[in-house]
């Protein structure tokens, strides 16, 4: 894990946070500190940090390298030491209030995986403001006597580990991406067989497994994943060490089950595959790509039937683009797909609703 932290230059008092933060926790992260945007271009070029954490909010240097390390990938926390209290609000001028909120302060916070809040007047009043709901309290050890300096770090570690286990997709190398797609085939069918010659899963050790079953648990997935492993005989962690959650955009849920939103199969297997286009026309999920998988390999699917269904429903284009997808996600074969599959723009909506749904 690597921390970039930056702050106000000449504000001894926040130094001193950042400094004891530093120092606590540099047996456990590559965590390096800079309070000025020439040091901080260089660090960002060379530590290239999972996560810049920034300190106060009213400074346009700090402003404009979260806004850099973020296009680099970094994901970005803000401590505001105060600086967001409506006294310390009421003394900027008008014109300083309206430019930086409007054209960056806003956008900031709100983008923000998780502000910290010092103490709980401080967190009441971010909460207040309704920028952002991904709060932390964690008091500061120089200026109380409330918390020592290594709770105060160590509170602060688990804040970056849930940064750090939050949209995993998107940190996932593409040998693990190839090796879930496998092990969610094999969760599927139940079978070896069918993904004995499948490279990724050839090399085990090379797979991020953390990353894969954090994944695997935000999506509502990880009973495939669990079951995907086990016929295929892969050695796993048991566990996800120092798990304490992940950060998730507002409208996130844990996905429910095709049976919890389109209700129970009444015998039709036509008219119940043609609900569960629907939904997941309606929003694209891993959880309903891998259970519709599941449901076209029944013996009882007519193919035919099904086509002329989604024909009239006017649902066959965006099924077609819908197989290639599952094509690439659960390793669908040809031979259970109704329809052809068909790369096109739907097809990269799809993708990218799947890959950006637990995106900050």
């Not at 932390?136 to 804040?159: C, F, K, R, W, Y």
């Not at 120092?242 to 039709?268: C, R, S």
């Not at 959880?287 to 007519?302: G, K, P, Q, Y």
Request: aromatic share 8%.
């Amino acid at each position: 894990m690597k921390i970039l932290h930056i702050y106000p230059k000449n504000d001894e008092l926040i130094r001193r946070h950042v400094q004891l933060i530093v120092d606590t926790l540099c047996n456990h992260a590559d965590i390096r500190m800079v309070d000025s945007y020439t040091d901080f271009k260089q660090h960002l070029r060379t530590q290239e940090p999972d996560i810049l954490h920034c300190h106060g909010c009213w400074n346009n240097i700090i402003a404009r390298a979260a806004y850099a390390a973020k296009r680099q990938g970094a994901r970005i926390i803000i401590t505001p030491h105060g600086q967001m209290e409506p006294w310390i609000v009421g003394q900027q001028t008008f014109h300083e209030k309206v430019s930086k909120k409007i054209l960056w302060q806003k956008r900031l916070l709100s983008k923000a995986y998780v502000i910290i809040a010092l103490g709980k007047l401080e967190k009441d009043n971010l909460h207040k403001l309704g920028w952002n709901k991904r709060l932390e309290e964690i008091h500061n050890a120089v200026t109380t006597n409330t918390i020592t300096p290594g709770e105060m770090s160590q509170q602060v570690l688990d804040v970056y580990q849930r940064v750090m286990d939050s949209n995993t997709i998107e940190q996932l190398d593409d040998l693990s991406c190839a090796a879930l797609s496998t092990i969610l085939k094999a969760g599927i069918t139940g079978d070896s067989r069918w993904c004995a010659s499948d490279e990724a899963i050839s090399r085990p050790g090379e797979i991020d497994w953390r990353r894969l079953l954090v994944y695997a648990d935000h999506e509502n997935i990880r009973n495939y994943v669990d079951y995907g492993i086990s016929v295929l005989g892969l050695p796993t962690p048991d566990s996800i060490d120092h798990y304490t959650g992940a950060y998730f955009p507002d409208t996130y849920a844990l996905p429910k089950t095709l049976k919890e939103l389109v209700g129970e199969y009444d015998g039709n297997e036509t008219d119940y595959l043609v609900k569960i286009v629907r939904q997941i026309h309606r929003q694209p999920l891993l959880l309903h790509m891998v259970e519709f998988t599941r449901e076209l390999m029944r013996d009882t699917v007519n193919d035919d039937q099904l086509e002329e269904a989604l024909r009239e429903k006017r649902l066959f284009n965006y099924t077609k683009s819908l197989m290639q997808v599952l094509s690439e996600q659960t390793q669908i074969d040809e031979g259970y797909m109704p329809v052809e599959p068909l790369d096109n723009r739907q097809a990269q909506q799809i993708r990218k609703h799947l890959t950006n749904h637990l995106k900050i």
